[in-house]
């Protein structure tokens, strides 16, 4: 008997009673197994994992905001038709526009320019996009030359003139023990935007020069951890309420500083026409601030109290340590005279309360850059 297999023919001529050398008993049950084997192996057995296509590409998030000179992480992943996660599928990334923003090979997004540029992200023909909002640099939003340092000093808070309210009462000392610096004007909607990347104010068709509005004391404050987190060392945040009245006095003590006369100072209801107007059109004050009085109120940090005048630590006051509402200063555009003075205390809102006459403005190290 002839075969290609010596291990099959030894074992098939075999006389009874002998053995096979152990090598060659192994060779023999594996060729007695083969067509098992072959079996499973075959037409009905399995051909491996099935490679399923890349119906789609998800980028996260889908749409997103950098400053100039700053990045963005982008993430994509790709799908199959029935929105499967492919692993290990390789992802070819790309921009719109490279002057507007770049993008890495890992997705990371960086800021050119002002614009708008859509990011995508491809993989085996198919591919999702992101739509990216380039802002302007931090640095030239909120540059130095915006702000003026208010020195360390003492002053008498409340109604010196006998115009205002009993909350204002009773006139006392306070000392700012630290100097700050202090945005020369409210906050307007560009700068908003260049922070968080929308528009609330109720008065958007006054333009971006405006000051925001229709803001809540809580979304000034995510607005500050937004600021903060993308310009950091700043520490922006906003004044107290003894650090507003201090700025606005700008060391006068009559109810509007500068020249003393409203009008010169800031729009309120005898003259803005019921809207906003753009900042810094008005008078500054000595310290060169901009709508002191009008245009918008001003959230500050404090809780609001009744009666804290009366038990208002000397230095640095922050306000009472409990209380739901909290403070706007300065008037608006729909205010009475009376309420646009330095020392009118505002009834307050609640943190969560947005109205079209509420903004705010910002103060930051005196030694930030």
């Not at 903060?228 to 006095?249: M, Q, S, V």
Request: glycine residues 12%.
């Amino acid at each position: 008997m002839q075969t290609r297999f010596p291990a099959l023919a030894t074992l098939l001529t075999l006389p009874p009673g002998a053995h096979l050398p152990v090598r060659l008993r192994l060779s023999a049950v594996a060729l007695l197994t083969l067509p098992f084997l072959l079996l499973s192996c075959g037409d009905g057995g399995s051909t491996g994992p099935e490679v399923k296509p890349v119906a789609g590409v998800v980028v996260t998030p889908a749409a997103g905001m950098v400053n100039v000179g700053l990045t963005l992480p982008l993430s994509a992943e790709a799908k199959d038709g029935s929105g499967n996660v492919l692993s290990g599928r390789p992802i070819t990334w790309s921009s719109s526009n490279d002057l507007v923003a770049t993008v890495s090979e890992a997705g990371l997004v960086t800021g050119a320019d002002v614009g708008v540029a859509t990011i995508s992200a491809a993989c085996e023909g198919a591919s999702g996009t992101a739509n990216i909002t380039v802002a302007p640099d931090l640095g030239i939003v909120f540059g130095a030359e915006q702000f003026v340092e208010i020195p360390a000093g003492t002053f008498q808070m409340g109604d010196l003139t006998g115009n205002g309210s009993p909350n204002e009462l009773p006139v006392h000392t306070v000392n700012i023990t630290r100097s700050f610096s202090m945005l020369k004007t409210e906050v307007t909607q560009d700068q908003w935007w260049a922070v968080v990347g929308n528009r609330p104010s109720h008065f958007s068709s006054c333009g971006g020069t405006c000051p925001v509005e229709n803001v809540s004391w809580s979304d000034v404050q995510r607005f500050l951890d937004t600021l903060n987190a993308r310009d950091p060392g700043k520490d922006y945040r906003l004044p107290t309420e003894a650090e507003w009245e201090y700025a606005a006095r700008a060391g006068t003590t009559s109810d509007f500083a500068g020249t003393g006369v409203l009008n010169d100072m800031g729009w309120h209801a005898s003259n803005s026409g019921s809207t906003t107007h753009p900042a810094g059109q008005k008078q500054p004050n000595a310290w060169g601030l901009y709508d002191m009085h009008g245009n918008v109120w001003e959230w500050v940090q404090d809780r609001y109290g009744e009666d804290y005048y009366s038990v208002s630590p000397t230095n640095d006051p922050q306000g009472p340590d409990t209380g739901a509402a909290r403070l706007l200063r300065g008037g608006g555009w729909g205010s009475w005279w009376m309420f646009a003075s330095c020392a009118h205390r505002s009834n307050a809102d609640l943190p969560q309360n947005r109205n079209p006459d509420n903004g705010f403005r910002l103060v930051r190290n005196a030694s930030a850059p």
